[in-house]
C-alpha cells in the first residue's frame, strides 16, 4: 500500500483565494482525521470521519474551514477564502479502529500571502 | 477534559548520551499511547505504542518507553543517541471519543 496521499505537497496563494486540500486513506481503513500544525498551537486536530460520516468538527477553526468525505478512498479539506493565518501543515491521517495505530501522510504545506 | 502534555520543548543531548522524553497524561481511564517523531519536513512515523499488558514497549529505531499509571507518565527513552535523532517528537493519547490527542512535541538537538 501506498499509505496515505495528500496533495498538493506545496501550496501557495493569495488571501482571499479557495484553497482545497486532498487526501486519500489508507484502502481499508475506516478513521480518517484532519490535523493542522502550526509553531504556535502545534498539532491540531480539525475533523475526523468514521465510514465517511464526519463525528466530531469541532476544532474547525472557523466556518471558512469545510471538509468532505464522499467516498471511502477520497476526502478534502477547503478553506474558503483563505487568510495569512491559515498558513500551517496539513495532515491527513487514517486509521482502523481496532488497530489503533494512526498513519499520517507526509502533510500538505499551505502559504497563504 | 483528556490532554497529553509534554514538558520539555527542547532537549539537547550529546551524541552517545542517554535520552528520557517526558510524557505525561490525564484521561478518566488509562487511554492508548503512542510516541511519534517527525524530522524537519517530513510527515509523523510512529515509534511505539501501548495498548495494555506489559509496561515497557519497544519500538522503532532501538527507542522504548515506559509506562507509569502511578505517574500517569509514558516517556521515551533510548540509552544511546545518535546524531539522526535529531527531530521533534510527539506524544499522543487515544482515549474515548475516538480522538487522538497530541502533545505540543519536544525539540530534541544533538550535539557532536
Known amino acids: 500500500d501506498a499509505g496515505v496521499i495528500q496533495s498538493p505537497r506545496h501550496e501557495v496563494t493569495e488571501m482571499g483565494q479557495e484553497v482545497t486540500l486532498r487526501c486519500k486513506p489508507i484502502?481499508?481503513?475506516?478513521?480518517l482525521f484532519w490535523y493542522r500544525q502550526t509553531m504556535m498551537r502545534g498539532l491540531e486536530l480539525l475533523i475526523y470521519?468514521?465510514?465517511?460520516?464526519?463525528?466530531?468538527d469541532s476544532g474547525m477553526p472557523e466556518d471558512r474551514f469545510s471538509a468532505k468525505m464522499p467516498n471511502a478512498s477520497f476526502s478534502t479539506l477547503k478553506i474558503q477564502p483563505s487568510e495569512p493565518r491559515d498558513s500551517a501543515v496539513y495532515f491527513c491521517?487514517?486509521?482502523?479502529?481496532?488497530?489503533?495505530?494512526?498513519?499520517f501522510g507526509q502533510g500538505t504545506r499551505l502559504t497563504v500571502v | 477534559a483528556q490532554s497529553v502534555t509534554q514538558p520539555d520543548i527542547h532537549i539537547t543531548v550529546s551524541e552517545g548520551a542517554s535520552l528520557e522524553l517526558r510524557c505525561n497524561y490525564s484521561?478518566?481511564?488509562?487511554?492508548?499511547l503512542f510516541w511519534y517523531v517527525q524530522s524537519p519536513g517530513q510527515g509523523l512515523q510512529l515509534l511505539l505504542k501501548?495498548?495494555?499488558?506489559?509496561?515497557l514497549v519497544q519500538g522503532i529505531k532501538g527507542f522504548e518507553a515506559e509506562f507509569k499509571r502511578s505517574q500517569s507518565s509514558f516517556n521515551l527513552r533510548k540509552p544511546s543517541v545518535h546524531w539522526s535523532d535529531a527531530a521533534e517528537y510527539f506524544c499522543?493519547?487515544?482515549?474515548?471519543?475516538?480522538?487522538?490527542?497530541f502533545g505540543t512535541g519536544t525539540q530534541l538537538k544533538v550535539e557532536l
Open positions: 499522543a493519547g487515544l482515549g474515548g471519543g475516538n480522538k487522538l490527542t
Open positions: 491521517a487514517s486509521r482502523i479502529r481496532d488497530r489503533g495505530k494512526a498513519f
Open positions: 470521519f468514521n465510514n465517511n460520516v464526519p463525528i466530531d
Open positions: 484521561y478518566g481511564a488509562t487511554p492508548y
Open positions: 501501548y495498548f495494555s499488558g506489559d509496561t
Open positions: 484502502s481499508g481503513h475506516d478513521y
